[in-house]
């Protein structure tokens, strides 16, 4: 059976990150040179799974080189974003149609530095939607790459929020569209639904909802993305 264009990303970048952090951490040149070797197999791998969208795979290797740093600052993790769920008396849920996929999505975006993840999500929600946010509290933990609302490794911290003020409107830049759907009438082209919006849908309406976040894989790295 033939891998998956996702599991392909998912080696690649696994790969990669091993790579990296053996290059930041290795005094031996002749170990450099094998982590080299294998930054390169893995830039094949993600060429391959990328398609019609790859980058050259020597390009890979030199976007993945610019973060490599020497020690504990070289070791390398998942980026980190958050995504802020808000609904109505509705309870529909807030929705934006991103300008630079065309894809829905509840309101998300990169943990900035110097701000806390709740910080973030109050930012991001006036920024792309015009409205006042209040953090209610965290209600998923999610790995972006296995959700596929990613091609790089991310961890996604979902916050349940309310609207406290401000005026919906979508930001010039980040939005096509927003607006506010029901769980049964999510937009067409919503990414990754299936995955999030059960666990999601059932945090809104019961408070007591625990923390969802994703299974673990049996056994933990040759089990399915799917499970």
């Known amino acids: 059976m033939s891998a998956s264009e996702a599991e392909l990303r998912r080696w690649a970048e696994t790969l990669s990150g091993l790579a990296r952090t053996g290059i930041g951490f290795t005094e031996s040149p002749y170990e450099r040179e094998r982590y080299e070797e294998i930054l390169a197999v893995a830039a094949d791998l993600k060429a391959s799974a990328d398609g019609e969208d790859a980058l050259d795979a020597p390009a890979y290797v030199t976007e993945w080189m610019k973060g490599a740093e020497r020690g504990s600052a070289g070791y390398v993790t998942p980026k980190v974003a958050v995504g802020a769920i808000l609904v109505n008396e509705r309870d529909e849920l807030l929705m934006i149609q991103r300008s630079d996929s065309g894809v829905w999505l509840y309101p998300t ?59 919906l409107a979508g930001h010039p830049h980040e939005t096509l569209d ?16 299936e995955r999030w919006s059960p666990a999601i849908f059932a945090a809104i ?15 933990v790295w040759r089990g399915s993305d799917e499970h």
């Open 109 to 167: 975006g990169w943990a900035d530095i110097g701000y806390s993840a709740p910080e973030v999500v109050v930012k991001e929600v006036k920024e792309e939607t015009g409205i006042d946010a209040e953090v209610v509290r965290l209600i998923g933990v999610l790995d972006g790459m296995r959700l596929g609302l990613s091609r790089i490794p991310l961890y996604s911290l979902i916050f349940l929020c309310r609207a406290v003020g401000g005026t």
């Open 178 to 193: 927003l607006g506010w759907f029901a769980q049964d009438s999510l937009p067409a082209n919503t990414l990754g639904a």
């Open 205 to 219: 309406r019961d408070s007591s909802f625990p923390v969802f976040y994703d299974d673990v894989r049996r056994p």
